[in-house]
């Protein structure tokens, strides 16, 4: 099956190490980062050619830590014509961090990712999707720092409101001023709003499953929100001790990411958030200085 034509969803990519999820987050193992084998970058590429056989570009949501230490990889996804965006710094929980302490991870991200890719950030995504109601102080902080969207809060699980697919962008309110929210996508089961198939979830589900879901957005006209991360399609990075859940969650299905992806390429169209969202475009074109790159164009 060809792409289909009409709506065209979003596609994004946490990118981060292996051993840098939350799942297996322990201080000791925070100390041990510049030890362990990294493959971030091997992976991210493999991602960026599968990209470039399906003729799509997507946006990729990088750590400051990452791109710190492998700023070729940058340079390559801008070339390439990707977007890029903030993944905060040094992948803390937002509800483990202080307000400072969130300020200056957004911020140190922000001027890492802007000065190797020489073009604005736009977007963040916090780590575990981590911005709750425990974090209020959160959004302000990121308009405060020059982010224009957001894309880190997930109402899985919560009671339905409309009864449907939730997706995909609203703008919020807040003390220091307008701020886009891209919310990860939920379909009503039950009276819940359950996760849709992304990251952990899309490797949890057969792909037909996946598909269903795709399409039943595309029937109501909405966009849907895809996320992976690099990790996903590389079942030989090497094994972490951890709780036997976390183990679960993390290493299931590896091996059939990638030929998972694939398909949901030439099954569906994708592009980055700031060439599809038309709010969030619209948004992005009107701050934009004359002579900067708008999120991912190189100047």
């Not at 299905?253 to 475009?281: G, M, Y």
């Amino acid at each position: 099956m060809g792409q289909r034509i009409g709506v065209r969803h979003v596609l994004s990519f946490d990118v981060e190490e292996h051993f840098q999820v939350s799942a297996f987050w322990s201080d000791a193992r925070r100390q041990q980062w510049d030890r362990l084998e990294s493959r971030v970058e091997q992976n991210t590429l493999r991602l960026a050619e599968l990209l470039a056989h399906a003729d799509t570009k997507a946006t990729f949501f990088i750590l400051g830590w990452v791109a710190e230490r492998h700023p070729g990889l940058i340079r390559t996804l801008v070339k390439q014509g990707h977007e890029i965006a903030s993944h905060g710094y040094g992948h803390e929980l937002v509800s483990r961090q202080t307000e400072h302490e969130f300020r200056e991870d957004v911020r140190r991200s922000k001027r890492v990712l802007e000065d190797l890719s020489g073009s604005m950030v736009c977007g963040y995504r916090a780590p575990s999707f981590s911005i709750t109601d425990r974090t209020p102080w959160a959004l302000p902080i990121l308009v405060q720092e020059g982010y224009l969207y957001d894309s880190s809060i997930h109402t899985r699980f919560q009671p339905s409101e409309n009864g449907g697919m939730q997706g995909c962008v609203r703008e919020v309110a807040t003390t220091a001023g307008p701020i886009f929210e891209l919310a990860l996508p939920t379909a009503n089961l039950w009276g819940l709003q359950l996760p849709a198939p992304g990251g952990g979830y899309f490797r949890l589900l057969p792909y037909s499953a996946s598909r269903m879901i795709v399409r039943q957005f595309e029937k109501t006209g909405a966009q849907f929100v895809m996320y992976l991360h690099p990790w996903e399609i590389d079942p030989d990075q090497p094994r972490m001790e951890g709780p036997v859940l976390s183990k679960l969650r993390h290493y299931l299905n590896l091996k059939r990411t990638e030929r998972r992806l694939e398909s949901l390429l030439r099954d569906f169209a994708f592009a980055p958030v700031v060439d599809i969202v038309q709010p969030i475009r619209d948004m992005v074109q009107s701050r934009v200085q004359p002579g900067v790159g708008v999120c991912a164009v190189p100047r």
